[in-house]
């Protein structure tokens, strides 16, 4: 993939956890998440697709990474499409009783750290070990037009590109978390 010197704005489509597509601005990536999953069921399960127009052919069919949550909102597993399957509550685990931060280990092998609220303007921030920016979750601005979006974003440094799903699964799950109070 070409280096632009841009981080990766993937526009959040809906908003919402029940689903959305995320669109770089730049249309270098876009991943869709998506319920697979009857809505009367009593458990959940997601999907993300890599669906940029440049992705494999018949990328959208199978998925890269599978989130199951469990009867009443609990938290399920995440699988990757390597087949490894991990507890959601291993997968992304809290760093401390106090605050909304839990750490993850990436396919990189590296750790890297979801916080709600730490920076402003963020609602959700990822850094790694070092404490440097890899990437964040914003609401839409109030007062901000709505336009055939709901204005939110992820942001993923060009870097960790590669991670971009990693980071939206991980997002995701830290999303449910603080939902559903878990």
Same mark, same amino acid.
């Given at each position: ?23 770089? @601005? ?32 018949? $990328?959208? $069919? ?18 990757? /499409? %390597?087949?490894? %399957? @991990?507890? #959601? ?7 401390? /009783?106090?605050?909304? @931060?839990?750490?993850?280990?990436? $396919? ?6 979801? %916080?709600?609220?730490?920076? %402003? ?16 979750? /914003? ?9 055939? /979006? ?19 699964? $991980?997002? #995701?799950?830290?999303?449910? @978390? ?5």
């Amino acid at each position: 993939m070409a280096t632009y010197g841009l981080p990766y704005f993937l526009e959040d489509k809906t908003g919402k956890l029940t689903g959305s597509d995320f669109t770089d @601005i730049h249309d270098r990536l876009r991943l869709t998440y998506r319920r697979t999953t009857d809505l009367s069921a009593p458990h959940t399960a997601y999907m993300i697709y890599n669906t940029s127009p440049n992705s494999t052919p018949g $990328s959208y $069919s199978s998925a890269l990474i599978a989130l199951a949550f469990g009867p009443n909102n609990d938290l399920g597993t995440v699988s990757f /499409s %390597s087949k490894v %399957s @991990i507890p #959601m509550k291993k997968y992304l685990m809290k760093v401390s /009783s106090v605050g909304r @931060i839990r750490k993850f280990v990436a $396919s990189d092998g590296q750790e890297y750290f979801w %916080s709600w609220r730490s920076q %402003s303007n963020q609602e959700w921030t990822c850094t790694n070990v070092k404490g440097y920016l890899i990437a964040y979750y /914003s609401l839409k601005t109030p007062g901000e037009p709505q336009y055939e /979006s709901s204005g939110c974003s992820l942001t993923v440094e060009e870097a960790f590109g590669h991670l971009a799903p990693e980071m939206l699964a $991980s997002l #995701m799950i830290m999303r449910h @978390i603080h939902e559903h109070n878990l």
